[in-house]
């Protein structure tokens, strides 16, 4: 090295012996060694099919519950259980789901999923082909298979950030998080499309079945063949480096010590418990003033299919700005104004166009938080597994869920005279102050959201700086 070069602009001139370090400083190593890889976007793929696949599972019988029941020979209150059980088996199972995706990776964590998604639609199909089984058997079997697809739900909902985080650059973790998660109401979407299109009578059951195991089988040969690692050979960013850096219950401490992650638990918690209400009694709120079912049906469809393309959009957008807290707000601050909205529009009769439009719009800003949401909560409560830290959010919604839909039946109140009704027998209620409650709760997130640190990789790269020795710089001349 030269080392009567002239002084580096910006250094005092005087000598400075410096020595040439013995070890390579390994902060700027790893930082040169930051590089992304093609397969990620095929491990993206594979989770996308395997969350839709199982969203498909999950409703395959609600739009055509009525048929289904005749050909098992139940009622409809048992047939109704085949889609709640995801909420019962959701809540014990995601405790061990999140420490499972940071403590034994994103490949045995999606393998098994795809697994065990595949042999619960296996079994439910073998259930409807044994029709000469005694029903008090048959329904059993059907009911098993769907506890099993069930129990892959958590495995395939908590996948989404920590395959972005550990895969994906910082530039592009939003776009994958949101194409990822909204993958889960694109399969529910097509579950009310499919399922009224294939059952035709109670005969076309197992044709329906069959339908549906063929993407979950498909699904979970390209997870077992094609993924073969749970981390890329090197990270995409700094933080993808350290994704792992806090064991499970350390984290689990942190995150509750975290004011600004336990403020974002209950917002976007209670958001997903209201869009699981609002989704579950759309029908009901409806009936009353003489909207049929499949006018309910095309409002649900044009909620999903709004926030879904409204997803994408933030998804890009925050991708590029950073500007988590700024889309949550607004977002959820006009959700609320949509919500509010239907409340009133609701109330009247021959008001299609608008009630079209209001869940419309009620999808496009409040549904499209969701995927933005999840990698708030990964960025704010870094250094936490990001498994760990939207598990939590995950199991918040469920709980709260439950809890929504016991208070807001509660809210309604019957209807002595509706004659334009087309509500089942005692299901003529007001659903006015129900839906003026959800508003309120949108926004009172809105107000007290908060965020902490919201940058990882910002916070990384001073790190990194901190850590470069001076020598660097002056060992290039005497001053």
């Given at each position: 090295?030269?080392?009567?070069s002239?002084?580096?602009?910006?250094?005092?001139?005087e000598e400075?012996?410096?020595?040439?370090?013995?070890?390579?400083n390994?902060?700027?190593?790893?930082?040169l060694?930051?590089?992304?890889?093609?397969?990620?976007w095929f491990?993206?793929?594979?989770?996308?099919?395997?969350?839709?696949s199982?969203?498909?599972?999950?409703?395959?019988?609600a739009?055509?519950a009525?048929?289904?029941?005749?050909?098992l020979?139940?009622t409809?209150?048992?047939?109704?259980?085949?889609?709640?059980?995801?909420m019962?088996?959701?809540?014990?199972l995601?405790?061990?789901?999140?420490?499972?995706?940071?403590?034994c990776?994103?490949?045995?964590?999606?393998?098994l999923?795809?697994?065990?998604?595949?042999?619960?639609?296996?079994?439910?199909?073998?259930?409807?082909l044994?029709?000469?089984?005694?029903?008090?058997?048959?329904?059993?079997?059907?009911?098993?298979?769907?506890?099993?697809?069930?129990a892959?739900?958590?495995?395939?909902?908590?996948?989404?950030?920590k395959?972005?985080?550990?895969w994906?650059?910082q530039?592009?973790?939003?776009?994958?998080n949101?194409?990822?998660?909204?993958?889960?109401?694109?399969?529910?979407?097509?579950?009310?499309?499919?399922?009224p299109?294939?059952m035709?009578?109670p005969?076309?059951?197992?044709?329906?079945l069959?339908?549906?195991?063929v993407p979950?089988?498909?699904v979970?040969?390209?997870?077992?063949?094609?993924?073969?690692?749970?981390t890329?050979?090197?990270?995409p960013?700094?933080?993808?480096?350290?994704?792992?850096?806090?064991?499970f219950l350390?984290?689990?401490?942190?995150?509750?010590?975290?004011?600004?992650?336990?403020?974002l638990?209950?917002?976007?918690?209670?958001?997903i418990g209201?869009?699981?209400?609002?989704s579950s009694?759309?029908e009901?709120?409806?009936?009353?003033?003489?909207?049929?079912n499949?006018?309910?049906?095309?409002?649900?469809?044009?909620?999903?299919?709004?926030?879904?393309?409204g997803?994408?959009?933030?998804?890009f957008?925050?991708?590029r700005?950073?500007?988590?807290?700024?889309?949550?707000?607004?977002?959820?601050?006009l959700?609320?104004?949509g919500?509010?909205a239907?409340?009133?529009?609701?109330?009247?009769?021959?008001?299609?166009v608008l009630?079209?439009?209001?869940?419309?719009?009620?999808?496009?800003?409040?549904?499209?938080i969701?995927p933005?949401?999840m990698?708030?909560?990964?960025?704010?409560?870094?250094?936490?597994?990001?498994?760990?830290?939207?598990?939590?959010?995950?199991?918040?919604?469920?709980?709260?869920?439950?809890?929504?839909?016991i208070?807001l039946?509660?809210l309604?109140?019957?209807?002595?005279?509706s004659?334009l009704?087309?509500?089942?027998?005692?299901?003529t209620?007001?659903?006015?102050?129900p839906?003026?409650?959800?508003?309120?709760?949108?926004?009172m997130?809105?107000?007290?959201?908060?965020?902490?640190?919201?940058?990882?990789?910002?916070?990384?790269?001073?790190?990194?700086?901190?850590?470069t020795?001076?020598?660097?710089?002056?060992?290039r001349?005497?001053?």
């Open positions: 090295m030269d080392h009567d002239p002084a580096a602009p910006g250094f005092v001139s400075v012996r410096c020595e040439p370090s013995p070890e390579p390994q902060v700027l190593l790893k930082l060694q930051f590089k992304v890889y093609r397969r990620r491990i993206l793929l594979v989770l996308c099919l395997l969350n839709c199982n969203a498909m599972l999950w409703l395959t019988f739009p055509v009525g048929d289904c029941a005749g050909a020979g139940v409809l209150d048992q047939i109704n259980w085949l889609s709640m059980v995801y019962i088996v959701a809540i014990p995601s405790c061990l789901t999140t420490w499972m995706l940071d403590t990776g994103l490949r045995l964590t999606l393998i999923g795809s697994w065990l998604n595949m042999l619960g639609s296996v079994l439910r199909l073998i259930g409807v044994l029709m000469d089984m005694d029903p008090q058997v048959r329904f059993p079997l059907v009911l098993t298979g769907q506890l099993v697809c069930a892959a739900q958590p495995l395939v909902i908590f996948s989404p950030t395959l972005a985080a550990v994906f650059p530039q592009q973790r939003a776009t994958a949101m194409i990822a998660s909204m993958s889960n109401p694109l399969g529910v979407l097509i579950a009310n499309i499919m399922s299109l294939i035709g009578s005969g076309d059951l197992t044709k329906l069959f339908v549906y195991s979950a089988t498909v979970c040969f390209l997870a077992t063949v094609g993924i073969r690692e749970s890329p050979p090197t990270p960013s700094a933080s993808a480096e350290t994704s792992n850096s806090e064991p350390q984290g689990i401490k942190l995150l509750l010590c975290n004011r600004a992650y336990m403020l638990l209950l917002c976007f918690g209670s958001g209201i869009f699981t209400c609002f009694l759309l009901q709120m409806l009936c009353v003033k003489g909207y049929t499949d006018f309910a049906g095309l409002c649900g469809a044009l909620f999903i299919l709004c926030g879904v393309i997803a994408g959009a933030l998804g957008y925050v991708d700005t950073r500007k988590f807290t700024e889309v949550t707000k607004i977002n959820m601050c959700a609320s104004l919500c509010t239907f409340a009133v529009f609701s109330q009247m009769r021959g008001q299609k009630l079209a439009v209001m869940c419309s719009l009620f999808g496009l800003f409040g549904f499209s969701y933005v949401a990698e708030l909560t990964v960025e704010c409560s870094y250094p936490v597994g990001e498994a760990t830290s939207a598990g939590l959010i995950f199991i918040a919604g469920q709980v709260l869920s439950l809890v929504y839909m208070i039946g509660a309604t109140t019957p209807l002595a005279d004659p009704s087309v509500c089942s027998e005692g299901g209620l007001s659903w006015r102050v839906v003026l409650v959800m508003a309120g709760l949108f926004c997130g809105a107000c007290v959201h908060d965020h902490g640190n919201l940058d990882r990789d910002k916070e990384m790269d001073i790190f990194a700086h901190q850590q020795p001076t020598k660097v710089d002056c060992c001349s005497q001053h």
